[in-house]
């Protein structure tokens, strides 16, 4: 049985696209380009849902353990948690989401829903470029962080979403920088294998479906 499918799920990466450019929000961010920004709007969301499905599935949220534990339980079991995790960035540094999670859990088989409100404060997180250089982002000061899964069988089971909302600082090397306001969401259907992403990023429109997964 898999331990962790929504890292599965995720393990393709969201895929955007520029549906506009936006020219009112200023050289900050617009001086970052559109595959840039696409690339790293995709990173961001691909790195929360992975870091926070790691936590919840995995052994360091007791809440929801893994199939087959002792302690597991035959019946529905509130989840009302405050955490605080930090993972590492694929390319350096790293980011940290604090927040609280309410929902159930039938641990015996692995069903749960999830609501989380957090906040996502990322240090020197970098990220490769589409180029190969990297960029390096931090919190400006942070992105609220929201998300809402269900697993059936430990499985995602219907529409997974997720939020990003505030600012972030940005450089990479020595040719360019600025900070960036983000306002994002995704929808993730698992029956499809598809992924809605709508919002504005770094100065950028996106309105685009793609495939995850598989």
């Known amino acids: 049985m898999t331990r962790n499918p929504f890292l599965l799920c995720t393990a393709a990466g969201l895929l955007f696209a520029i549906a506009a450019c936006d020219s009112s929000t200023g050289p900050s961010q617009s ?30 949220f007791t809440i929801v353990t893994t199939p087959g534990a002792t302690n597991n339980a035959s019946a529905p079991t509130p989840i009302d948690r405050q955490f605080t995790f930090t993972t590492a960035c694929p390319k350096g540094g790293n980011v940290t989401i604090a927040g609280h999670t309410t929902g159930t859990a039938d641990r015996a088989v692995g069903n749960f829903t999830t609501e989380t409100n957090a906040t996502r404060t990322d240090a020197a997180c970098a990220f490769a470029a589409r180029d190969g250089s ?36 940005w450089t990479r090397g020595t040719t360019g920088s600025g900070t ?23 100065g950028r429109i996106i309105n685009v479906t793609r495939t995850r997964g598989g």
């Open 31 to 60: 001086s970052m380009s559109a595959s840039d920004a696409a690339q790293l709007a995709s990173d961001m969301d691909d790195a929360s849902a992975n870091a926070f499905a790691g936590f919840v599935v995995g052994g360091s």
């Open 180 to 202: 960036c306001d983000v306002d994002v969401s995704s929808e993730f259907d698992p029956s499809k294998h598809t992924v809605t992403v709508k919002g504005t990023f770094c």
């Open 134 to 169: 990297v960029i390096t982002i931090t919190g400006n000061p942070n992105i609220a962080y929201h998300s809402s899964f269900n697993f059936v069988a430990w499985q995602p089971s219907g529409l997974q979403t997720q939020s990003h909302k505030g600012s972030f600082t």
